[in-house]
């Protein structure tokens, strides 16, 4: 055996790993669907047809009977309707459907034999057929995909491997050969058949649905021809709307009986994958996941703004190692071959939520549920914490081929960029997070909360105030029990109105229906309020206990907060508006509303901040922001005239709205970091 090829477990012949009872189940109930679907497809095109052969009468018939121009142009509308709606049931049926492999890059055998020696060994073991095609990924993601049609509802179609590099570097051997297996778990499932069909069945009623662009310009073309076809038109555009409702209420039952399959399907998926490779291992590749996967988005967002600065990273997956290990070491995880060794309790949150529903539109299980599954299996193999590049040749040559790759995909040209390494890039990282740090024996109690100045105490004030009395387990955690509790009744809320078509809920490990979800928010409506009042309560206690240290610091924490204050408004109102751009009922008359709000008051206001942080010397002519504020304030931008939106005017907003709010913030945490530095206690009452 190869010695980076992972041992089974060793009682996996043991261990029945056959589809469950309740997957069987949710495949009958596709089945069901499906039919439903082709029992209302067949009666829609029947009448569509049918429909059809009415209008060619009797547009023919009428041009017979009355041999004019008038009545020429009524029977060619009449034959058009039918004719439009025969289309508009039949065309995309037959459309093929090509996956976008632009985020993909192929791999050849020759460049990578022992990788494909490890798939193909994997394939056996799992009794699977080998990939079509292999690619590779910058993301932290592995997946089965193929190219779909009509007929590949009916005719086998090989399915292709996508490896993401960005998981690739986050975990080891024995994790590889458990996600790779869990794919090929995927491929050996009779279910992957059911789920082709569906999945082209939704495609079909989707398209229809969404994607009718071509279908409307040809409606458009004939009926701008002469005033009587657009009338013609307009009817069969009504009839295909009734047809798109029809069609509607099929997909949402099919899709969400599909969804109940598939989140069975992973199930059975990581049950193969258990048994070939070990549910421990698969396990700790979701926790690894979890950090690869913020740590890869905090990357790509550095990325981006280096961008801006002409820089670009020599390779991405260096810098992504570098956060996932910055991250362990701020966290106090162990490090075991360069890897973190990522506990459940770093990814658990200190206050879970209390209420617990199934999301029916769910495609995978949560990761909680999947580890429960697998832990009942008892099929655990051995570790083998060698890292996954091991399997590969050159990696380090892959890393950078993937890296360039994400850039000409982006379309961002590197050439005369300054590329930075990951030694840089950790330096860069260790310097953001020194400038966002605290005191270590502050940094639990205030991380991401700050004492509100709302009303300050007293100057004379007699009462002292410890900083035990402060740093008391209830008070370090209160912060995150307010927001899980807001959190909670913004959902029991959403329940209670019927928002989510949850029928039923868990509050607190006590099932409830949608009917009791009105008594349990008003229950987390005077929790939360009694939280925010002990926040105020807190907020005072802590700013007498600052003020009676160190009065001094309080001029200037109060100067930023109130810019950071100033400044919050016209930010709000700005993101409001970049949200409505994902509303598919957005109107020209709801955008200029937003932007008369923004151009009439928000920017007035910014320009009256920007021009005080000019004038008061307050941002250094030095800093990037300087220079960024003063090229804003030389422009008068226009950002919709009509329904032409000025997308780079408004990005040119955004982006210094964004920037300036950044620069406060780390202003702020400066100078609250200078009020409490002069009172750090010589120990922390409790362990951080």
């Known amino acids: 055996m190869n010695p980076l090829y992972p041992p089974k477990p060793l009682n996996a012949d043991a261990v029945s790993i056959t589809p469950s009872v309740q997957f069987k189940k949710e495949v009958v109930g596709v089945v069901y669907t499906i039919v439903l679907f082709f029992a209302v497809y067949l009666l829609l095109v029947i009448g569509a047809v049918l429909l059809s052969i009415a209008c060619f009468y009797l547009g023919y018939s009428l041009i017979v009977a009355m041999p004019k121009f008038l009545t020429l142009v009524i029977g060619l509308g009449l034959m058009a309707v039918g004719l439009s709606l025969v289309y508009f049931l039949?065309?995309?049926?037959?459309?093929?459907?090509?996956?976008?492999?632009?985020?993909?890059?192929e791999l050849k055998e020759s460049e990578q034999p022992r990788l494909f020696a490890f798939i193909r060994t994997l394939t056996k073991e799992t009794q699977t057929p080998f990939p079509k095609k292999i690619y590779l990924s910058a993301q932290v993601n592995a997946c089965v995909f193929y190219n779909s049609s009509f007929w590949s509802m009916f005719i086998p179609v090989r399915k292709n491997l996508e490896i993401g590099l960005g998981l690739v570097n986050a975990i080891n051997m024995g994790e590889f050969k458990a996600v790779m297996a869990h794919e090929f778990g995927h491929f050996s499932q009779r279910s992957m058949k059911l789920g082709s069909f569906t999945y082209n069945v939704n495609q079909v009623i989707y398209n229809m649905l969404y994607e009718n662009n071509s279908y409307t310009n040809f409606l458009n073309a004939w009926g701008s021809l002469d005033g009587i076809l657009a009338i013609f038109a307009s009817i069969t555009v009504g009839i295909a709307r009734g047809i798109q409702w029809i069609l509607k209420q099929v997909y949402m039952v099919m899709n969400k009986r599909y969804m109940s399959l598939s989140r069975e399907m992973e199930f059975h998926a990581d049950a193969v994958a258990a048994s070939v490779s070990g549910g421990n291992n698969l396990v700790t590749a979701f926790h690894r996941i979890e950090l690869a996967s913020a740590s890869y988005n905090h990357v790509l967002a550095k990325v981006n703004e280096a961008i801006e600065r002409k820089q670009a990273s020599q390779n991405v997956f260096a810098d992504q190692l570098v956060v996932m290990q910055q991250t362990s070491l701020r966290h106090g995880l162990s490090l075991q071959q360069g890897l973190p060794v990522v506990t459940p309790a770093f990814l658990t949150s200190r206050f879970p939520s209390r209420i617990n529903y199934k999301d029916q539109w769910?495609?995978?299980?949560?990761?909680?549920?999947?580890?429960?599954?697998?832990?009942?299996?008892?099929?655990?193999?051995?570790?083998?914490?060698?890292?996954?590049?091991?399997?590969?040749?050159?990696?380090?040559?892959?890393?950078?081929?993937?890296?360039?790759h994400i850039y000409n995909t982006a379309q961002v040209a590197v050439d005369g960029f300054q590329l930075y390494a990951a030694d840089e890039f950790k330096q860069r990282y260790e310097d953001n997070e020194a400038a966002w740090s605290l005191p270590p024996v502050y940094k639990d109690f205030f991380e991401g909360y700050y004492p509100y100045l709302a009303q300050l105490p007293a100057a004379n004030a007699t009462t002292a105030i410890a900083w035990s009395t402060i740093d008391t387990t209830a008070n370090r955690h209160l912060k995150d029990q307010l927001a899980r509790t807001t959190a909670d009744l913004q959902i029991v809320e959403a329940i209670a109105k019927?928002?989510?078509?949850?029928?039923?809920?868990?509050?607190?490990?006590t099932k409830r229906s949608a009917g009791d979800a009105a008594e349990v928010a008003t229950l987390l409506r005077t929790e939360t309020a009694s939280l925010q009042q002990r926040r105020q309560e807190l907020d005072q206690e802590l700013l007498t206990w600052l003020m009676q240290e160190n009065r001094e610091g309080l001029p200037l924490y109060r100067k930023w907060l109130l810019l950071d204050q100033q400044l919050a408004n016209p930010a709000t109102a700005i993101m409001n508006t970049v949200q409505l751009f994902s509303d598919p009922n957005l109107t020209i008359g709801r955008l200029q509303g937003q932007i008369d709000e923004i151009t009439e008051i928000r920017e007035p206001a910014l320009r009256t901040l920007w021009q005080h942080l000019l004038d008061e010397q307050v941002l250094q002519a030095a800093d990037p922001l300087h220079t960024e504020i003063t090229a804003f304030m030389a422009t008068r931008y226009v950002y919709l005239t009509g329904s032409d939106f000025n997308n780079e005017a408004f990005n040119h907003l955004l982006r210094t709205v964004s920037n300036t709010e950044h620069w406060i913030a780390k202003q702020k945490i400066a100078a609250f970091r200078a009020w409490l530095q002069p009172t750090v206690p010589t120990q922390p009452t409790l362990p951080a």
């Open 362 to 404: 769910a495609s995978h299980p949560t990761n909680q549920d999947r580890t429960e599954r697998l832990q009942q299996l008892g099929l655990d193999a051995a570790v083998t914490d060698t890292p996954a590049w091991a399997i590969f040749d050159q990696p380090e040559a892959l890393q950078l081929r993937l890296t360039n």
């Open 498 to 509: 019927g928002d989510t078509g949850i029928k039923y809920f868990d509050f607190d490990g």
């Open 90 to 105: 039949l065309k995309f049926i037959f459309a093929k459907r090509t996956t976008d492999n632009s985020q993909r890059v």
